[in-house]
């Protein structure tokens, strides 16, 4: 209990300069470590927390990556080296990614409708890229933007083929059974229906059996089913994001 108080003290004092309170906290105050980023490596008691939504234990201070992003490094490691020339496209590109694909080998590029921050522009529903370009595909926290989110996992499953994958999460409220859009609404009221001014949608837990006609295969992973309890816990996989969709070219 002591060492509880003792820590919640230092929390408050060390606010201020939280970049570095983290390894001063270990090395004068003997807390062990319980999250280690595994994109960047940095580890402290906890991450900090996300502001919108509001959630503890979100966001790593080191390389400011939140769970599906330390999934991602942790998933695609787990696959192994790679060998050269295999290509990643990272759609909309944030943070850490690339970072993540080059360390692993991947040739890495981007793309994206308008940002500055891709090498690459082009339309998610008309991919500038022949069949079966890419042998892997990042596509997070995108689609809940796209009007028409069938026909752009159907030009992701294609840029990857039959032998790829499309690794996918969108956010989705876990207390609806079906997706709720309508095309009908003001987008003044997006914020309100979906929780964002540019998102169309709010995907329930019917996210597969919604893109099942695009005849792309899909197959759904939940993180507890690809990484252990201690990986799930270090790597504090624990907002709101849970699972990848992962989606290539139907047979
Ligand atoms: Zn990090």
Not at 180 to 187: G, H, M, T
Request: net charge neutral; with cysteine; proline share 8%.
């Amino acid at each position: 209990m002591a060492a509880i108080q003792l820590e919640r003290a230092w929390s408050a004092i060390a606010r201020p300069v939280r970049p570095y309170s983290r390894a001063v906290h270990r090395t004068v105050l003997r807390v062990p470590a319980r999250v280690e980023c595994p994109v960047c490596g940095c580890s402290g008691v906890r991450f900090q927390a996300s502001r919108k939504p509001r959630r503890p234990n979100r966001i790593c201070p080191g390389c400011k990556s939140t769970e599906r992003y330390r999934a991602l490094q942790l998933y695609l490691t787990e696959r192994g080296p790679v060998p050269p020339g295999t290509r990643l496209l990272e759609v909309a590109p944030i943070h850490t990614v690339r970072a993540t694909a080059e360390r692993l080998g991947y040739e890495y590029s981007s793309v994206d409708l308008r940002s500055a921050k891709a090498l690459v522009h082009g339309d998610l529903c008309a991919l500038p890229y022949a069949d079966g370009a890419f042998d892997v595909v990042v596509c997070f926290h995108v689609l809940e933007h796209v009007p028409d989110d069938l026909t752009a996992v159907q030009e992701l499953a294609r840029v990857v083929g039959a032998d790829g994958d499309v690794i996918v999460v969108v956010p989705r409220d876990r207390r609806l059974a079906e997706t709720f859009e309508d095309p009908d609404a003001d987008p003044a009221d997006y914020e309100r229906l979906y929780g964002q001014s540019d998102h169309v949608r709010m995907y329930g837990e019917d996210v597969t059996a919604r893109w099942v006609p695009t005849g792309v295969a899909i197959e759904e992973v939940p993180w507890t089913a690809c990484f252990t309890p201690d990986q799930h816990a270090r790597a504090a996989l624990t907002g709101d994001d849970d699972r990848f969709w992962l989606l290539r070219a139907g047979a």
